[in-house]
């Protein structure tokens, strides 16, 4: 990994983190997650947070400790005319919220090889990129360690925004708006469940 910086502060790994994609669960309960990278993954921290086309040769998977980074980066939504669907705030017009569509998944980091990446970064990256609360997991995510996975459709706050956002307390959907956050899928194959 490329020396980025270190935080004077480590993080313990939470029990969950959370990744949204647009394949269904069927897909990803069966197949897991892999690293885009493949055999030839780079194992540069630093070129897979800053995304582009680094992403297709990373070694890396990104997951966040919350639920409003992976919602924010779902796939958004266009209308006819190729405009993003989006919803300006009739009380704030400088806060938008772009319609997105898509599955979070939520992950049990047992077993997983997982680094936090603000912890890595130098000062002006984790500025820029400490929102997220990234948790970068290392190779692949086994489809065993998906507890569920989360519909979600409709208006989430710009991820732009979320820099700015007081987690928890600010809302991540318009309250005017219908909640994005649909059904659940529970994993059958979900090999972490808790004895009661």
């Avoid at 639920?67 to 989006?86: G, I």
């Avoid at 007081?166 to 909640?179: C, E, L, T």
Wanted: glycine fraction near 8%; charge should be positive; charged fraction near 25%.
């Amino acid at each position: 990994m490329a020396a980025t910086g270190a935080s004077a502060v480590a993080h313990h790994k939470p029990e969950f983190v959370y990744r949204g994609d647009t394949r269904p669960p069927e897909e990803i309960f069966k197949d897991g997650f892999k690293a885009r990278g493949g055999a030839d993954a780079e194992d540069d921290l630093l070129a897979h947070v800053e995304g582009g086309l680094n992403l297709l040769k990373t070694g890396y998977i990104s997951t966040s400790q919350s639920l409003r980074t992976p919602a924010a980066f779902l796939k958004p939504v266009f209308k006819s005319n190729h405009q993003e669907d989006a919803y300006v705030d009739p009380k704030d017009p400088t806060i938008k919220y772009n319609r997105r569509i898509g599955w979070i998944y939520y992950i049990n980091t047992t077993g997983l090889d997982m680094v936090y990446v603000p912890d890595k970064l130098h000062q002006k990256h984790k500025d820029k990129y400490g929102y997220q609360q990234e948790w970068a997991v290392k190779g692949s995510i086994p489809g065993h360690n998906i507890q569920q996975a989360h519909h979600v459709d409709g208006y989430i706050k710009r991820y732009s925004d979320l820099s700015n956002m007081k987690q928890g307390v600010d809302p991540i959907f318009p309250p005017d708006k219908p909640n994005p956050f649909k059904e659940i899928t529970k994993n059958k194959g979900y090999a972490h469940e808790k004895k009661k």
